[in-house]
């Protein structure tokens, strides 16, 4: 309400944060555009449509990366908008004049990576938790963000509406440890921006998506330079939690954060 102006058309949200992992109060969200007549859109691309389904509660428009999630296996850049005939026409009238169209082999991968989405997301539901557990009780872990940790905020909200928790998770290592020197210890985990694949991929937002930012905006946000992103793939849980907690265990607790 604070945010709205005469001249606000939408409101757009993310399901889930990137990179803090905060749930949205999205039902909230979608009443109040409805009782404003702004058009709602959220990004779901975190969450993905195994996990929530903006359109069944009451958002306008949803928007994916399906370079995500949706093809599930790093090799195709695509989006994909999801809401009603008439919303779609709109925007499809402006695509074309932009002029992006997926090519047919793209359209064949992504195709064929939706066919498995619902088993991905649920192994990587279920790794993301027990990584997210293992870290949080680890003592050169600061703390952990995961939907599905009784510590998150928004953790009961998260279980109310959301029909899973999700591959990403961020953690803060502890004071002294040096995040360059974590990332290189680690030996399946790869260094990479990119989420939603079949491999583990882990992030600095300070470094990467968020570099282009102030010390202290970041800090606003609550980005620290020893905040870590994890995309959560399909490996076996067991050789992910084990790759995390060795790594933990093989850097140096007194070298401070550069």
């Given at each position: 309400?604070?945010?709205?102006?005469?001249?606000?058309?939408?409101?757009?949200?993310?399901?889930?944060?990137?990179?803090?992992?905060?749930?949205?109060?999205?039902?909230?969200?979608?009443?109040?555009?409805?009782?404003?007549?702004?058009?709602?859109?959220?990004?779901?691309?975190?969450?993905?449509?195994?996990?929530?389904?903006?359109?069944?509660?009451?958002?306008?428009?949803?928007?994916?990366?399906?370079?995500?999630?949706?093809?599930?296996?790093?090799?195709?850049?695509?989006?994909?908008?999801?809401?009603?005939?008439?919303?779609?026409?709109?925007?499809?009238?402006?695509?074309?004049?932009?002029?992006?169209?997926?090519?047919?082999?793209?359209?064949?991968?992504?195709q064929?990576?939706?066919?498995?989405?619902?088993?991905?997301?649920?192994?990587?539901?279920?790794?993301?938790?027990?990584?997210?557990?293992?870290?949080?009780?680890?003592?050169?872990?600061?703390?952990?963000?995961?939907?599905?940790?009784a510590?998150?905020?928004?953790?009961?909200?998260?279980?109310?509406?959301?029909?899973g928790?999700?591959g990403?998770?961020?953690?803060?290592?502890?004071?002294?440890?040096?995040p360059?020197?974590?990332?290189?210890?680690?030996?399946?985990?790869?260094?990479?921006?990119?989420?939603?694949?079949?491999?583990?991929?882990?992030?600095?937002?300070?470094?990467?998506?968020?570099?282009?930012?102030?010390?202290?905006?970041?800090?606003?946000?609550?980005?620290?330079?020893?905040?870590?992103?994890?995309?959560v793939?399909?490996?076996?849980?067991?050789?992910?939690?084990?790759d995390?907690?060795?790594?933990?265990?093989?850097?140096?607790?007194?070298?401070?954060?550069?």
């Amino acid at each position: 309400a604070e945010a709205m102006r005469d001249e606000t058309v939408a409101f757009y949200l993310e399901t889930i944060a990137n990179p803090t992992i905060e749930v949205a109060n999205l039902i909230e969200a979608a009443t109040f555009c409805r009782a404003h007549a702004i058009t709602s859109i959220v990004d779901n691309t975190f969450a993905s449509p195994a996990n929530f389904q903006p359109i069944r509660h009451g958002i306008d428009i949803s928007v994916q990366s399906a370079t995500k999630y949706l093809n599930g296996h790093s090799d195709v850049i695509a989006g994909a908008i999801t809401g009603t005939a008439a919303q779609i026409d709109a925007i499809r009238h402006e695509l074309n004049h932009w002029g992006g169209t997926l090519d047919p082999h793209a359209c064949f991968l992504l195709q064929r990576g939706l066919k498995t989405l619902a088993l991905r997301v649920r192994q990587q539901n279920a790794t993301a938790l027990a990584l997210a557990e293992a870290l949080e009780s680890h003592d050169r872990v600061a703390s952990v963000l995961y939907p599905g940790l009784a510590s998150h905020p928004q953790h009961a909200y998260a279980c109310e509406h959301l029909m899973g928790h999700g591959g990403m998770l961020a953690f803060e290592l502890a004071p002294g440890i040096d995040p360059a020197q974590f990332i290189g210890a680690l030996e399946m985990a790869i260094y990479a921006p990119s989420l939603g694949g079949p491999e583990t991929l882990v992030a600095l937002p300070a470094q990467s998506s968020h570099v282009g930012l102030s010390a202290a905006q970041r800090r606003d946000l609550g980005i620290s330079d020893g905040l870590v992103r994890v995309s959560v793939g399909i490996e076996a849980t067991e050789d992910v939690i084990d790759d995390f907690v060795g790594a933990l265990g093989s850097v140096d607790s007194h070298r401070a954060l550069a």
